[in-house]
């Protein structure tokens, strides 16, 4: 097990060490993981603790949540990451292990409540880099009228940590994106008028 157990106070005061940044930047606290909706009631007392200090607020998150636990959420975060990785939904839960239906319809519900979301796309050679996929991805996103994305290619620094954790680890032959099947992805959204952006 890597990390260690902290108090919501512990979390603050490490947080509040980097203040005197944030003020000049405009920066604040992202929470990620792993998955931070999957502790919804720690994430919900670390995003009030940042809203009382005037802390900007990012989560980045999957959606796989309950929907009511997310949207009570949503109201203290300043902005979704939102990762998506499959759209056809049989293949999403071919690789993760669950459907994307909850996911998609949890994208929905933020954007009918106008939180700020921007869409990152792991770009997963012979996984999630069919031309199906981009399309099935332009014309959801374009629906929901989300004018911007971000393509993260794919990397293998994930695969140590599997090793760590005695967990198998099913990518161990996928290498990283070629830099022009980035860019002709990117031109494709590019295209359809997203303003996209390449890496985290």
């Known amino acids: 097990m890597a990390g260690r157990w902290m108090s919501v106070s512990e979390v ?19 929470f990620s993981g792993g998955e931070p909706l999957a502790q919804p ?10 809203r009382e200090k005037r802390i900007n607020t ?22 979704f990451l939102y990762d998506l990785k499959i759209l056809d939904s049989l293949k999403h839960k071919n690789y993760t292990g669950v459907p994307n239906d909850s996911i998609l319809a949890n994208l929905e519900a933020l954007v009918r409540r106008n939180r700020p979301v921007v869409v990152r796309y792991p770009i997963i050679p012979e996984i999630n880099d069919d031309i199906e996929n981009v399309r099935q991805m332009i014309a959801l996103l374009s629906r929901l009228r989300l004018s911007r ?7 293998e620094e994930g695969a140590e940590k599997y090793k760590r954790l005695g967990l ?33």
């Open 12 to 30: 603050m005061r490490e947080i509040e060490r980097d203040l005197i940044f944030w003020d000049e930047s405009g920066g604040g606290v992202t």
């Open 41 to 50: 009631i720690l994430l919900e007392s670390l995003l009030q603790a940042c």
């Open 58 to 79: 990012v989560v980045e998150t999957c959606g796989l949540a309950k929907k009511d636990v997310l949207l009570e959420l949503s109201e203290k975060v300043g902005l």
């Open 149 to 155: 994305i971000h393509l993260l290619p794919y990397h």
């Open 168 to 200: 198998g680890f099913r990518l161990e032959d996928v290498k990283a994106p070629p830099a022009t099947l980035v860019t002709k992805i990117a031109g494709q959204f590019e295209g359809a008028g997203f303003k996209v952006k390449v890496g985290g």
